[in-house]
């Protein structure tokens, strides 16, 4: 991607304070004045129990499970809420009891305890129609592992893969940036989508779905339609980064969030106005690049936050293998608008093509393979944790508890498993297995 970028998110920055910056974990939102908690809402769904928390404005949240006995724990910063709101909602099956307190002077805690463990998952959704800023915390049910050293009649899966779209940048008269000695964006974004391609391919669960196959422009809504009717679990956009100085180098990589990291971002999301304006406005005033903005517009609405992060840091730690990074965590910029359905997203400036050195790097077959494989390690690692239900990835025949003599060789006979499908469902590219490590049996 341009160095416009750069720009843009400064002026982004400058104009509403939103600026890219870095801030792992699960903050989502941030503003400066208090919050209110107005309502607690909760629904049972298939699989999952969903809270809706209705709030008078943004708020930074984290989640995090407690084990023995079962708990989740949501932290609102900032934030009050009138006593025994939480006493409205209903105990269930799930839910035993709900206790909240006041925790560093401003901030809500609010814990759940739980009848079983269970995954939780929370995202912001902006005001739209009648409702205002809300936070939902959904908490699924975990898959249920039955250790099992049983030989299954060869069962049959029918569970679908996962869906990676891959989306080479720029393409056809967008050429993207161009380096020194004149390798173009589009060409690297392709042939590096293309490799990706077949690596993805061949891990078994995943599939994936060329957004650009050709050099052809694509409109940024084309290449969301594509993603979607693929019914992609993810998307990965490909690109190369550009800097007028040619010694800047590494790759970096993109999620989408509303950033909490930031005190400028704090301090200027205090500001509704502003606020209100980014997360529904139009983006035309502060970009200057037409690619950039829709890619990163993209993937503020397709991007749900935390598995964009969680997928981009594990790309980030397999990429750091091949090549320097230009910054060592997943970068944040942007926005809370999302909309279903959410396909986590990413987008990886592989290298720069400014930096004479990294552009030869960018147009070799060995490390465009280098670059691909650990992208497919990245992504694998991240399915292999947070498959989608109904996935193979996500099916498991139960938990084995790796033994001090084990070898996977072994494991993968004892259980009428193939090496290479046991592999894959625990994303395991080293053969030093620890003892007490627990992996899945994959299905057969
Ligand atoms: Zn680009």
Request: aromatic share 4%; hydrophobic share 35%; proline share 3%.
């Amino acid at each position: 991607m341009e160095n416009h970028r750069r720009k843009f998110l400064k002026s982004l920055a400058g104009l509403s304070g939103l600026a890219a910056s870095v801030s792992p974990g699960l903050s989502v939102a941030a503003k400066s004045s208090s919050s209110q908690v107005k309502d607690i809402r909760l629904s049972k769904n298939k699989g999952y129990v969903r809270l809706v928390f209705d709030l008078d404005g943004l708020a930074n949240h984290s989640v995090f499970a407690l084990h023995g006995p079962e708990r989740v724990v949501l932290d609102i910063k900032n934030t009050r809420m009138t006593h025994g709101i939480v006493d409205q909602v209903q105990a269930n099956s799930l839910i035993r009891g709900i206790r909240s307190g006041v925790r560093n002077g401003d901030d809500i805690r609010i814990v759940f305890d739980l009848s079983k463990g269970v995954t939780p998952r929370s995202f912001l959704l902006t005001p739209s129609g009648k409702a205002g800023h809300r936070l939902v915390l959904d908490l699924h049910d975990k898959k249920s592992t039955t250790s099992s050293t049983k030989k299954s009649t060869a069962k049959k899966s029918k569970k679908r893969d996962v869906i990676i779209a891959i989306d080479a940048g720029h393409g056809g008269k967008d050429p993207g940036a161009t380096g020194r000695a004149g390798t173009r964006e589009k060409t690297i974004t392709l042939q590096i989508a293309r490799r990706l391609e077949k690596d993805i391919n061949k891990q078994r669960g995943m599939k994936a779905v060329l957004v650009r196959k050709n050099d052809r422009y694509m409109r940024l809504r084309d290449r969301i339609h594509k993603a979607r009717n693929a019914h992609a679990d993810m998307m990965i956009s490909l690109h190369a980064d550009s800097f007028p100085d040619p010694r800047a180098r590494g790759s970096s990589i993109y999620a989408l969030s509303v950033d909490g990291a930031s005190s400028e971002t704090a301090r200027l999301l205090a500001d509704k106005e502003n606020a209100a304006d980014l997360l529904f406005g139009d983006m035309e005033f502060a970009v200057e690049d037409k690619m950039v903005k829709e890619v990163l517009f993209d993937l503020s609405l397709t991007g749900t936050i935390e598995s964009s992060l969680d997928i981009g840091s594990e790309i980030l730690k397999q990429i750091k293998t091949v090549n320097r990074v230009h910054k060592k965590k997943v970068q944040q910029a942007g926005f809370a608008v999302l909309k279903a359905p959410n396909i986590p997203s990413v987008l990886i400036e592989t290298a720069f093509i400014s930096n004479p050195r990294e552009e030869k790097n960018l147009r070799s077959a060995s490390h465009q393979k280098k670059v691909s494989k650990a992208i497919t390690r990245g992504v694998n690692k991240y399915f292999s944790r947070k498959a989608p239900p109904g996935t193979w990835l996500a099916e498991s025949d139960g938990d084995y508890t790796v033994g001090e003599s084990d070898g996977l060789h072994q494991i993968a006979r004892d259980n009428n498993v193939s090496e290479e499908d046991l592999r894959a469902r625990n994303a395991l590219y080293a053969d030093n297995l620890k003892a007490g490590q627990v992996i899945k049996i994959p299905v057969s």
